[in-house]
């Protein structure tokens, strides 16, 4: 009982008044707009007001207001709707009004409305003049509401009927279901370059920030000015030696501290390929961190610290190089790309080069690469000989082979499985901007989504409508599983989105497991013990209650029901109970256990 | 808790009456009473009664009520223990079998009658009269985004909160929402401790987390301290002591209970023996896998031979209502004791090395000497044994 039930029982309202009067968690509910978006709507009124001036007495300041709102903010939008409206009301009487008048459409209103569901919401709007042009009409409680904002809604409503049909379209139209996705994506398939992510993993201090800074620059990512000023800014407090890794190094704790604490993300193209890059810490204390980046790789770089004494900090028990390799191909990676790092300290010699890819293939092969999968790369980040550009003349006589972005551009993307149900772990949750209140970002990892969909986020029940998609920062209409993507979206508010939480299509959604049997691999000694269960971004505690079985390694039969205590290296079947809510978990799931600071096994969910 | 009279006889039954003074003597009394007990409390009933001219009155009387006992529950988070059970004593206003509920109070005496006062049972009352000085402590474990705000006393962990917020990733170019949370993310903290931790009274508060995290959250602390002026939290300077630990789940604790820093500061503490006998059985269970055994068969076949340097036992036991089952714990602790060879510990389920143990199935030993196959038996008395396990640990 204990613990659980403490969990259970904790008073949620008391985190709630933490939080009190402030934007960022909670908010809106009861007293309307936060301060955030009220400064926004008077910053949206000023320029609407500035455009279309204040001679046309049917625009008021609050029906400005209301549009401002409905459209997100989006004063361009805004503006095109209101002046389209004006237009509209002269032709009014040609068009009788079809769609259901909503009531008390004041911004205070609109946003009660989304959480009572008792009148329509703006996007209740949008879904009725859908459904009204496929001719299933809505009933409707707001017949009865007869005030003059009533009217100017239903106006709007109108105009928005005007520009379906005849005009040119001035309402955002959200189609649903209407794209095949995966047809479509098999006709662009050839048009465009496909995206692959890689993680770039290794032991603290490898160099791994330095090599893809390094690599952004030099692919012309990151200009000139911008790293000057870093040298200049990290000689401040003495760090000049990390200049390039502040590429990826941008809070103040990373920066002053000189490591990598979370996952930075970028991208770069060449002329064979688009990549994005997760540039993971190796500290042991961010591994967490670390498996959020691996969950979303297509492949690995390895970096390794060449240095004396360096490289086998990193390879012993204890050291992260071993560590990381185990986990991203446990997490289903399979290729590897060894950097060779700071070779430039080695004095680009070839005997410690071969002495750590001896030992690193050796290694590498025990942990389940294949050897046609792994491949070394010899190089230095700090002074960018063979990452873009070849080394020096005459620098690695005794190799020929590919330069780092040379390799990147042999590995290809994993096929992901496009056609099947949607999922995506939540990796971030913002405010998209002005136009775009709640943006969730990720990679899909199976599936697919196009704008107008209704998704649910697991283990919550809160749906949203997709208004946007961004496939690489650009816009998009749809992505599949392998695109690093941002969703918009509508209809809900951040604090029902939780990093970690998976997106499903509403009418698809997996169901969160409060208990599950797991196929893993030991690291480490198991008995029943507190572990943490990662998934990708998601981190949630919870316990080993019974070891069910031992496995034969080669066939998978069973070698020992029941055992008290699984070795490490061991094959195993273990029950698994999640400590506080159900885990948006299923069949086939991948995961991580951590305890006691240290990866004891990896596995899937049965 | 005051033990105001003890009455057992020869053949074991018997009452004893006490008066609770704190929360966790709450917690005590939860690991006293058992169905089938009667408990004597004093209750509050309403009293309706009909005056001649026929209408009716309803008034308040206090009264002490004996019941017997159905059920007991109890809320850690509120230190408070709710006995159900059917009135076994006759007064002027209540009949013997009705139901009635007995909050017990602070303050007031109750009165625990058993057929059966065993030496555990005992052992509850004489540790909860102990009057050993205190040693209440704060903690606070956490990662980005969760942090448990947590007061540890002698017999139970409490977790006063729980923080679970979403912080924004550092992005490209935009480092402001992740630090401008992450601040945010410690004021909460700072405001829960304030509101949930008393301070002056507390040996130490430590501060847990991976990375750099819990030294932030110090600096924060102080430079708050400072800037509103609080003298308490300033006064408590030395008190605050910043841990390693790899997660901010609560589970942490025993990496917190564990760390150099702490035991330095609590080694005579009951917790952190009991944190260190736990680390001892898992450790033994890595180095020597036949000196640690767990589960109640095992354990008992290791008894039998006289095997147990350091028995494990979790209380959560001996709160069974099968009497079956709370004999065969008793006798493995006598036994134990009887030996003269093994040290028996009673952890509490409440806090965290109880709860590790009780994840082990609520019994675990460290041996003298290796043993093995003490898990092999016929399958079909497996099957019953681990369907009693699960009820237990579920
Ligand atoms: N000489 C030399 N120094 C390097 C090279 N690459 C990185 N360094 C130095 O190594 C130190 C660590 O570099 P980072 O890039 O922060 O290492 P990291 O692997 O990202 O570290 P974490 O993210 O904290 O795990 C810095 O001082 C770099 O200047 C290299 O190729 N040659
Ligand atoms: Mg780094």
Redesign the pocket.
């Known amino acids: 009982m204990s613990r659980h039930k403490i969990v259970r029982t904790m008073n949620l309202a008391d985190e709630l008044d933490d939080f009190d009067g402030e934007d960022d968690y909670y908010g809106e509910e009861d007293e309307g707009m936060s301060p955030a978006d009220k400064a926004r709507m008077a910053d949206g009124l000023k320029r609407v007001r500035e455009v279309i001036g204040s001679d046309v007495p049917s625009l008021t300041d609050e029906k400005i207001e209301e549009t401002l709102w409905y459209y997100y903010f989006d004063v361009e939008r805004s503006i095109t709707y209101l002046l389209n409206q004006v237009g509209a009301t002269e032709k009014k009487k040609q068009k009788k009004p079809v769609v259901p008048e909503p009531k008390a459409p004041t911004q205070k209103a609109a946003i009660k409305a989304k959480q009572a569901f008792d009148v329509p919401s703006p996007d209740d709007v949008v879904i009725a003049a859908q459904s009204q042009s496929k001719g299933i009409s809505k009933s409707s409680k707001g017949e009865k509401a007869g005030s003059n904002t009533t009217a100017s809604i239903q106006k709007g409503v109108e105009a928005l009927k005007v520009g379906d049909t005849a005009e040119k379209p001035t309402l955002p139209k959200i189609p649903r279901n209407k794209i095949d996705v995966v047809a479509e994506y098999e006709k662009s398939k050839s048009k465009r370059k496909e995206n692959a992510n890689l993680v770039?993993i290794?032991?603290?201090?490898?160099?791994?920030?330095?090599?893809?800074?390094?690599l952004l620059y030099d692919s012309g990512v990151v200009d000139e000015r911008t790293i000057q000023k870093y040298k200049q800014e990290a000689e401040k407090i003495g760090?000049?030696?990390?200049?390039?890794?502040w590429v990826?190094?941008q809070t103040g704790e990373?920066r002053a501290?000189?490591?990598?604490?979370d996952i930075a993300v970028n991208a770069f193209e060449t002329e064979r390929g688009r990549f994005t890059i997760l540039?993971?810490?190796?500290?042991r204390d961010?591994i967490p961190n670390m498996i959020a980046g691996a969950a979303q790789a297509d492949f690995a770089v390895l970096?390794i610290?060449s240095?004396p004494g360096e490289f086998e900090a990193g390879f012993n028990v204890r050291g992260?190089t071993k560590e990381h390799a185990l986990l991203v191909r446990s997490m289903g990676v399979q290729r590897i790309i060894v950097a060779v790092?700071?070779?430039?300290?080695m004095h680009w010699d070839q005997d410690r080069f071969d002495e750590i890819k001896q030992q690193m293939s050796q290694f590498l092969t025990t942990a389940g690469f294949q050897p046609k999968n792994v491949s070394f790369v010899p190089?230095?980040?700090?002074?960018g000989d063979n990452i873009v550009r070849k080394p020096a003349d005459g620098l690695i006589s005794w190799y020929s082979g590919p330069t780092l972005v040379e390799e990147l551009e042999t590995a290809k993307p994993v096929i992901k499985a496009i056609e099947k149900p949607l999922r995506m772990t939540i990796a971030d949750v913002y405010r998209g901007g002005v136009i775009n209140p709640v943006t969730i970002s990720g990679r899909i990892e199976v599936g697919n989504v196009q704008v107008g969909d209704t998704i649910v986020a697991i283990p919550g029940d809160e749906k949203a409508i997709v208004k946007g998609i961004e496939v690489d920062n650009q816009t998009a209409e749809w992505a599949v599983a392998g695109n690093n993507v941002q969703l918009h979206l509508a209809n809900i508010e951040m604090e029902h989105l939780k990093i970690g939480d998976v997106i499903c299509q509403a009418d698809n959604p997996l169901v969160p497991l409060k208990e599950f049997e797991a196929k893993i691999l030991a690291f480490e000694g198991l008995t029943p013990m507190m572990i943490d269960i990662h998934r990708g971004r998601l981190n949630a505690s919870g316990r080993i209650t019974k070891l069910v079985a031992t496995l034969d390694k080669g066939n998978g039969s069973v070698t020992k029901k029941k055992p008290r205590h699984i070795g490490p290296g061991s094959l195993a079947v273990v029950n698994i109970a999640v400590t506080g809510a159900p885990l948006p978990l299923e069949k086939g799931s991948k995961i991580v256990l951590r305890a006691d600071g240290l990866t004891v096994a990896a596995g899937v969910v049965e | 808790m005051r033990l105001i009279k003890q009455q057992v006889e020869r053949d074991g039954s018997g009452t004893v009456t006490l008066y609770p003074e704190e929360p966790e003597d709450m917690w005590h009394a939860f690991n006293l009473i058992r169905v089938g007990d009667t408990l004597r409390a004093s209750a509050v009933r309403r009293i309706v009664s009909e005056s001649s001219t026929g209408s009716t009155s309803s008034t308040r009387v206090h009264m002490n009520l004996t019941i017997t006992v159905d059920k007991v529950d109890f809320d850690s988070q509120a230190g408070q223990l709710h006995i159900n059970g059917r009135i076994s004593e006759e007064n002027k206003y209540v009949k013997i079998g009705a139901h009635h509920t007995l909050d017990l109070e602070l303050n007031r005496n109750f009165t625990v009658g058993k057929a059966e006062w065993d030496s555990v049972s005992l052992g509850v009352v004489r540790e909860a009269c102990d009057p050993a000085e205190k040693a209440e402590i704060g903690a606070v474990v956490l990662h980005e985004g969760l942090a448990n705000v947590c007061l540890i006393t002698e017999h139970m962990t409490v977790l006063r909160q729980r923080i679970d917020v979403s912080i924004p990733r550092k992005r490209t170019g935009s480092v402001t929402a992740f630090e401008k949370s992450m601040e945010k993310f410690y004021d909460t903290i700072y405001q829960s401790i304030l509101r949930h931790l008393p301070i002056s009274n507390l040996k130490v508060v430590l501060l847990a987390s991976p990375g750099f995290l819990a030294e932030s959250l110090q600096k924060y602390i102080f430079a708050e301290a400072v800037k509103t002026d609080n003298k308490t939290v300033m006064g408590a300077k030395p008190k605050f002591v910043t841990v390693h630990c790899s997660t901010g789940h609560v589970h942490a604790l025993n990496e917190v209970l564990k760390s150099p820093a702490v035991i330095a500061r609590l080694a005579d503490t009951k917790y952190a023996k009991e944190t260190k006998a736990m680390e001892s059985f898992f450790k033994m269970m890595q180095t020597d896998e036949d000196r640690a055994w767990y589960g109640p068969k095992e354990v008992e076949r290791a008894i039998e031979k006289g095997a147990v340097s350091t028995l494990l036992v979790s209380n959560s036991l001996f709160r069974s209502n099968n009497m079956q089952e709370r004999r065969r714990y008793v006798r493995m602790v006598e036994d134990v004791k009887a030996s003269g060879a093994g040290e028996v510990m009673i952890l509490s389920s409440i806090h965290e090395s109880g709860v590790r143990l009780d994840g082990l199935g609520g019994v675990a030993a460290i041996l003298l000497f290796p043993l093995q196959d003490l898990d092999e038996s016929d399958e079909e008395q497996d099957e019953t044994e681990e369907g009693n396990e699960d009820n237990e640990n579920l």
């Open positions: 770039v290794g032991h603290v201090d490898a160099g791994k920030s330095t090599l893809m800074g390094r760090k000049s030696s990390f200049a390039l890794a990826l190094d990373e501290r000189g490591v990598t604490i540039d993971a810490p190796g500290h961010f970096v610290d240095s992260q790092n700071k070779l430039d300290l190089c230095s980040g700090l002074t």
